[in-house]
Every structure is written in structure tokens, then in C-alpha cells.
């Protein structure tokens, strides 16, 4: 049936009074359950997104321009110890499909061990091999342009890639002279390359894929792959946005509850509805979203709530708890014997600027297809690669009183999964698989070091009931010792980097921190004064772990004492990954939606054949 309408509706009283499934937020994963639920024309899928639809306007688009500020909703952390007192941005998307459309499009899988380690945390089929083919069921992978093949270390086999997926992965066209120099001075210190960084092994110096249409070298995100392939095409399917998501009003089932509607208000007019869901509630709100929700509705530590007058309707102690990102802080170093062009030249002339964004135009080449401020080179490298003091590192990690550092008020529950949390942390960073740094570099004189395994935690909580209002955001950046410590060992090993023959073929002098900053304790309170608390992938805030350790869902994703409530979105993760999450978001959310259909078309075919034996 040809479609009549888009998807989308402007306010609630556009939107029917009920759907089978409710998605609260159209990001990422609200966009991939919603795509795969409407498959079936019988189900009916309402998203509820905070954001606009993106106009594929700016950098939505274009790899190399900056993001328009109306699809942005950041916020400020309260003041980090670890930071010397500074607060930290938390980033947040305010769009239909989230983060992937205003991230820096590096897309890459994690290593295998990182997968493994949340089977530990008692989650059965949450394992590498069980999220592989959802990683390339999500996406089309094209091979690099010819010349950059032949420049970078990129291996020719496709085994590893989905060739069929809504989101494209591949490279850029073009690239800045310097970067070859980039992968010659890691070579030159020891750290290969890896060609191969999609294949459950990370560690090395390798060329990533970015989430990219090979073809008109524009964005691929969960906007373009799957919300626009559907809009109007399927009437089962409709979109709310500009609309901020207040509550989920519950019922008594029998021992448990039952989310039964969402309610919901107009950015616009501030009026308010609700919509009933018949069969499930999906939270899709993001880790730093979702955890505000569910306390808004009554669900989390029983203390937050009281002290705000919010009605307890279930007792999660762990709701905004286990809140993790990786800790980020940026050198400065001067190329001062490199007269090429890098990405430093798209910011500071004008001229140049513009002559690539007319030859993207033209033909869709030039810089301009390179990701803003990002880039497809990096390097990975596990603790042991990165300091030769692994063990002394490990061993006084060990020692670490986790009681004494743990997030406030954090309950007894909590705090046994961060104690199994640490013990499995402490078993990556002995295996030489697991990667506990990066050193991102596009060949501009900022270059960024995340670390990518922290041990420290943080919390997410309200402080209003005002849903509108931003939560409180603790990163406790820092408040784990061995996160400093590797920072500070990441520093040495980038300077060394640094100092290698081929970067100073291009005169690479350092500006910041300053190569005056010598000894392990002015490089650690120069990385306090330095780092943010974020490499943009806020996880964690509502994890996947057993009940007993502080865990709001379990393996099927589904909220604790609650029947028909799941959340799918990067809050689930127990452990953060040691690489950037879009495409692990994905790989979840298609996870969960290839089994909510496979259980739709069970029940179907039950209730034919129940039909049919009735009526022999």
C-alpha cells in the first residue's frame, strides 16, 4: 500500500491511544528496534524521541562539517575530584538517531575478550561469538578506494564484515600525507600494525573503518539506515519527536509489575498525554537519559526517591549506578618541519576550507570526507604494551579499598559488582588482547589519549522531578588510583611515539603538557588539570549483571521485577568496551530485536495452531 504520510507526528493528538510496543527515545537503538519490529505490518511501534528529525544539514551529513548546536543536548558533570574540582561535559545527542548522527563516525567492533567478560558478570549468550553476526548484520562494509589500500594497513579479507546491513562501514577517500608517518613511528617503537581490527583482536596501530556510504561518502547512522528506508512506508509505524518522556505509569501483575503507559510532554507546548503500551515499554533514552526516567517512574535507590517525594514503586538500588566513560585528555604537539596539509588547515584557512567543501560538492572527494575533528587512525595497546610496570600496576590495584572509592551511597549491592567487576578488569589488563589506551591521530596538533578500561565509577541521579531538568552526573574520573597510573604510562608511551625517527622527520615538538613535565607525579597532576571524564560513550548507568550485584535488567534485557519493561541502549553495558560504542549499540539493539521477532512469529504461529485444533 503506498503511503500516505510520513511517520512522524507533530504532537499527541496526532498518535493513537495505544501500540503493541512504546520506544522511549529515537536514537540509536530506538531506531533499530523500531525497524525491525515494524517488519511484522500487525505490530504497532510508537518512538518517543526528545530531538528533531535530522535535516541532514551540516555535519549530519557531511563527514568534515562541524554538528549543528539544535542536535546537541550536553550537559556539565558536577565537580571531579580527580579533576583538581573542574567539571566535565557530558555529551548527549538531542536527534533522531542519536549519537551516530553527531559522533565522529569511528566505528569499530572491540576486541573479543571485552565481549567475554560480560558473560562473567552472569549473562549467558552475551559473549563475542554471540554478538558477531549482529555486528555484521548491521552493516554493508566496501572495501577502501584503491590508493588508500595501498597506503594504509588494511587487510583485503571480507570474512570478518556484513556485506547486507542498513549501515555503511567503510573509509574516506582521501587523506593527509602526514598519517603515513603516524603508522611508521609506532612500527619503529615496537607496536605493529593491524590490519585486521574487526576480528576480535584490537591491539596495534590500524587504519579503522568509519560509519560511512562509500558511494556519496555522506554519514551513515541510524537515521540514514534505519528510520529514513521506513518513514512512510510503513503505517504500523509512527515517530513522535520533540517530545521528553516524564513517566512510566506501572500496575500490580501477580508478583511483579507491568509497565502499562508512558507518559509524555510536548517540548513545544509543554502539554502532556500518555499512550498505552499493550505489550512492552522499550527504554532507549541513552545511559545518560535512561536512568532519569526510570527514577522519574518510581524505580532505583530508595533514599534518591524519598528524599524527592517520589513514590517508590520498586526497589533497584543499582538504577544510575556503575555510570562509566573513558577518561580523555589531549597533547599539543608542532609539526614544525611539515609544510603539507592536515586537518589543523581545515580550522585556520578559510580558503582552504572552502575549496574542499566545493570539491565534496563536485565529486565527493577532498578532505571534506574526512570526519570532523576524527579520524580512522589510531592506536590500541594493551597495559603490558603500554608500561613496563604491568604487574606492579595490577598488583597495587588489587590492594585498592573499592569501599572506600565507590560512588555515594552506593549499596551493598553495588558494591559486590564492583568488587567482581575489578576482579575481571584486573584479569584484562594481564592479557595482552585487551586494549587499555588509545591515541587517536588525524594529523592535527591535537592528539587525544583515552583510557579505555577505567576502574573507577560514577553515578547518575535526579535532583528535581522536573523531567526536563538535567539529572546529577559523578563520573568520579579518577577516584580509582590505577586509571591515573595508566594515564600517567600512556603519557610515556606517546612521548616515545613522538620521539620516534618518523615524527621527527616532521619536527614533532610537544606543547602541552610540556616536555618540562618530567617526573610520574607532575605528569599526574598535569593529566588531572588536562583530562576530561568523557570520550563521549557515557555507558553503564543501568547495567546487565545478576540482581545480586547491583544489576537493573538481566540477559534478556528486561528491568528487574518488571514483565514487559527492557531497556536496549548503551546503560545495559556492565563493563564499558574498550572501543568507541556506536557500533556496539548497534550489534545489541539488533540482538534483542531479532529476538522480540522471533518471539513475535512464535506467538503467531502458537496461536494459529491453537486455532486450527479448536476448530478440527
Same mark, same amino acid.
Given at each position: 500500500?503506498?503511503?500516505?504520510?510520513?511517520?512522524?507526528?507533530?504532537?499527541?493528538?496526532?498518535?493513537?491511544?495505544?501500540?503493541?510496543?512504546?520506544?522511549?527515545?529515537?536514537?540509536?537503538?530506538?531506531?533499530?528496534?523500531?525497524?525491525?519490529?515494524t517488519e511484522d505490518p500487525k505490530i504497532r511501534v510508537l518512538v518517543i524521541e526528545y530531538g528533531d528529525v535530522d535535516e541532514l544539514d551540516g555535519g549530519t551529513a557531511v563527514p568534515g562539517l562541524p554538528i549543528p548546536d539544535k542536535y546537541l543536548r550536553n550537559y556539565q558533570s558536577i565537580?571531579?575530584?580527580?579533576l583538581n574540582g573542574r567539571t566535565s561535559i557530558v555529551y548527549s545527542g538531542a536527534v533522531v538517531g542519536g549519537g551516530t548522527v553527531v559522533n565522529a563516525m569511528f566505528f569499530n567492533r572491540g576486541s573479543k575478550a571485552d565481549w567475554d567478560s560480560w558473560e562473567l558478570l552472569g549473562n549467558p549468550g552475551w559473549n563475542w561469538e554471540g554478538l558477531l553476526p549482529y555486528f555484521k548484520k548491521a552493516t554493508t562494509f566496501t572495501p577502501p578506494p584503491p590508493q588508500i589500500a595501498a597506503d594504509y594497513p588494511i587487510s583485503s579479507d571480507l570474512s570478518p564484515h556484513g556485506m547486507h546491513g542498513p549501515i555503511g562501514a567503510s573509509f574516506a577517500n582521501f587523506q593527509f600525507p602526514i598519517i603515513k608517518n603516524f603508522y611508521r613511528a609506532w612500527n619503529q617503537i615496537g607496536i605493529p600494525s593491524n590490519p585486521q581490527p574487526n576480528d576480535g583482536l584490537t591491539n596495534g596501530a590500524f587504519?579503522?573503518?568509519?560509519?560511512?556510504?562509500?558511494?556519496?561518502?555522506?554519514?551513515?547512522?541510524?537515521?540514514?539506515?534505519?528510520?529514513?528506508?521506513?518513514?512512510?512506508?510503513?503505517?504500523?509505524?509512527?515517530?513522535?519527536?520533540?517530545?521528553?518522556?516524564?513517566?512510566?505509569?506501572?500496575?500490580?501483575?501477580?508478583?511483579?509489575?507491568?509497565?502499562?503507559?508512558?507518559?509524555?510532554?510536548?517540548?513545544?507546548?509543554?502539554?502532556?498525554?500518555?499512550?498505552?503500551?499493550?505489550?512492552?515499554?522499550?527504554?532507549?533514552?541513552?545511559?545518560?537519559?535512561?536512568? +532519569? %526516567? *526510570?527514577? #522519574?517512574? /518510581? @524505580? $532505583?535507590?530508595?533514599?534518591?526517591?524519598?528524599?524527592?517525594?517520589?513514590? +517508590? %514503586? *520498586?526497589? #533497584?538500588? /543499582? @538504577? $544510575?549506578?556503575?555510570?562509566?566513560?573513558?577518561?580523555s585528555f589531549y597533547l599539543v604537539f608542532n609539526y614544525t618541519k611539515y609544510d603539507g596539509k592536515s586537518a589543523d588547515n581545515l580550522m585556520s584557512d578559510k580558503s582552504y576550507e572552502d575549496e574542499q567543501l566545493a570539491l565534496y560538492y563536485k565529486n565527493r572527494t577532498g578532505a571534506e570526507t574526512l570526519p570532523y575533528t576524527g579520524g580512522s587512525s589510531v592506536t590500541f595497546l594493551s597495559l603490558k604494551s603500554t608500561s613496563e610496570k604491568y604487574q606492579k600496576i595490577i598488583s597495587d590495584s588489587k590492594a585498592v579499598d573499592l569501599s572506600a572509592i565507590a560512588a555515594a551511597g552506593s549499596d551493598p549491592t553495588v558494591l559486590a559488582g564492583y568488587k567482581a567487576q575489578s576482579d575481571i578488569l584486573l584479569d584484562l589488563y594481564a592479557n595482552d588482547d585487551v586494549s587499555v589506551q588509545e591515541t587517536a591521530f588525524n594529523g592535527a596538533s591535537f592528539v587525544p589519549v583515552a583510557i579505555l578500561k577505567p576502574l573507577s565509577r560514577g553515578r547518575i541521579s535526579l535532583n528535581s522531578t522536573d523531567p526536563l531538568a538535567a539529572p546529577v552526573f559523578d563520573y568520579g574520573t579518577f577516584?580509582?588510583?590505577?586509571?591515573?597510573?595508566?594515564?600517567?604510562?600512556?603519557?610515556?608511551i606517546n612521548r616515545k611515539f613522538f620521539q620516534a625517527d618518523a615524527m621527527q622527520e616532521v619536527g614533532a615538538e610537544e606543547v602541552k603538557p610540556g616536555a618540562h613535565i618530567a617526573g610520574d607525579e607532575e605528569m599526574a597532576e598535569a593529566i588531572r588539570n588536562l583530562a576530561q571524564s568523557t570520550w563521549s560513550h557515557p555507558s553503564c548507568s543501568l547495567s546487565m549483571m545478576k540482581r545480586?550485584?547491583?544489576?537493573?535488567?538481566?540477559?534478556?534485557?528486561?528491568?528487574?521485577?518488571?514483565?514487559?519493561?527492557?531497556?536496549v541502549d548503551a546503560s545495559i553495558f556492565p563493563l564499558v568496551p574498550a572501543t568507541h560504542t556506536s557500533w556496539p549499540v548497534y550489534a545489541v539493539a539488533e540482538k534483542v530485536g531479532f529476538a522480540s521477532f522471533l518471539f513475535i512469529v512464535v506467538v503467531v504461529a502458537i496461536t494459529q495452531c491453537s486455532r486450527l485444533l479448536c476448530c478440527a
Open positions: 500500500m503506498a503511503p500516505t504520510q510520513r511517520s512522524y507526528r507533530k504532537d499527541g493528538t496526532e498518535i493513537d491511544r495505544a501500540y503493541d510496543y512504546v520506544i522511549i527515545g529515537g536514537g540509536t537503538s530506538g531506531n533499530v528496534i523500531a525497524n525491525r519490529l565537580p571531579q575530584k580527580g587504519y579503522s573503518t568509519i560509519s560511512i556510504d562509500a558511494k556519496n561518502q555522506s554519514r551513515s547512522s541510524a537515521f540514514t539506515g534505519y528510520y529514513k528506508p521506513i518513514d512512510g512506508q510503513r503505517p504500523n509505524f509512527h515517530l513522535l519527536p520533540r517530545h521528553s518522556v516524564s513517566k512510566i505509569k506501572f500496575e500490580k501483575q501477580g508478583k511483579n509489575l507491568r509497565a502499562k503507559r508512558v507518559k509524555f510532554i510536548s517540548r513545544d507546548t509543554n502539554r502532556t498525554f500518555s499512550v498505552e503500551a499493550h505489550r512492552e515499554v522499550i527504554l532507549a533514552a541513552g545511559a545518560v537519559h535512561s536512568p +532519569q %526516567v *526510570l527514577q #522519574l517512574s /518510581g @524505580v $532505583g535507590p530508595k533514599k534518591l526517591l524519598s528524599d524527592l517525594g517520589i513514590k +517508590q %514503586v *520498586l526497589d #533497584l538500588p /543499582g @538504577v $544510575g549506578y556503575n555510570f562509566q566513560d573513558q577518561p577516584s580509582h588510583p590505577t586509571d591515573l597510573t595508566i594515564a600517567v604510562e600512556s603519557l610515556k545480586e550485584y547491583g544489576g537493573v535488567v538481566g540477559p534478556d534485557l528486561k528491568v528487574y521485577g518488571v514483565d514487559n519493561l527492557r531497556v
